[in-house]
T-cell receptor, first 114, second 115 residues
Framework: DSGVTQTPKHLITATGQRVTLRCSPR?????VYWYQQSLDQGLQFLIQ???????AKGNILERFSAQQFPDLHSELNLSSLELGDSALYFC?????????????FGPGTRLTVL | AQTVTQSQPEMSVQEAETVTLSCTYD???????LFWYKQPPSRQMILVIR??????QNATENRFSVNFQKAAKSFSLKISDSQLGDAAMYFC????????????FGKGTSLLVTP
């Protein structure tokens, strides 16, 4: 158990819908990263937050957005869902924003878009 | 942008034998970290080993060690005395300042361990 929690574990929805994925980082971790794992794209970085502020963006679509709240939990919002958005979405947390800080991964949320 | 390449989609090793997984990367940064992550069938991402680019000594963690060749931009993972529990997907990853220290992953190598 990494200490990072993600809810829900599984999500099944239809095209065009909007969903919210939630992540609670390890106690004391200020940085949250979101990653998407799909068969087509592999594992790719979406977006990063540090202490409530956006710090870096990766290959995140305009239909996707995220935020980190004062209690440091983070939410990833996916809208106008398409079949290709079906993937495993990971949240990871670390103490700070630095390469030497290990990122601890949550168990992921499996999103299926029908 | 940094790219990470794992040229072996699948590898197979017998129990108790040694296997080496390959990884190459491309970067213009001088300081960065490299990682190997393991993803078993449970899908949980588990850090196996990490290497700082400024350290010449290769990292080791029990049965896992790396061969880091900075000039060649190569970072291979050696698993000694392979065990059935080592069967998993292995991802090589890069982290540097230009990407906000997010992990940039390769496509992965699926390791099969046979009895």
């Amino acid at each position: 158990d990494s200490g990072v929690t993600q809810t829900p574990k599984h999500l099944i929805t239809a095209t065009g819908q909007r969903v919210t994925l939630r992540c609670s980082p390890r106690s004391g971790d200020l940085s949250v990263y979101w990653y998407q794992q799909s068969l087509d794209q592999g594992l790719q970085f979406l977006i990063q937050y540090y202490n409530g502020e956006e710090r870096a963006k990766g290959n995140i679509l305009e239909r996707f957005s995220a935020q980190q709240f004062p209690d440091l939990h983070s939410e990833l919002n996916l809208s106008s869902l398409e079949l290709g958005d079906s993937a495993l979405y990971f949240c990871a947390s670390s103490v700070e924003v630095a390469a030497y800080n290990e990122q601890f991964f949550g168990p992921g949320t499996r999103l299926t878009v029908l | 942008a940094q790219t990470v390449t794992q040229s072996q989609p699948e590898m197979s090793v017998q129990e108790a034998e040694t296997v080496t997984l390959s990884c190459t990367y491309d970067t213009s940064e001088s300081d960065y970290y490299l990682f190997w992550y393991k993803q078993p069938p449970s899908r949980q991402m588990i850090l196996v080993i990490r290497q700082e680019a400024y350290k010449q000594q290769n990292a080791t963690e029990n049965r896992f060690s790396v061969n880091f060749q900075k000039a060649a931009k190569s970072f291979s993972l050696k698993i000694s005395d392979s065990q059935l529990g080592d069967a998993a997907m292995y991802f090589c990853a890069y982290s540097g300042v230009n990407s906000g220290y997010a992990l940039n992953f390769g496509k992965g190598t699926s390791l099969l361990v046979t009895p």
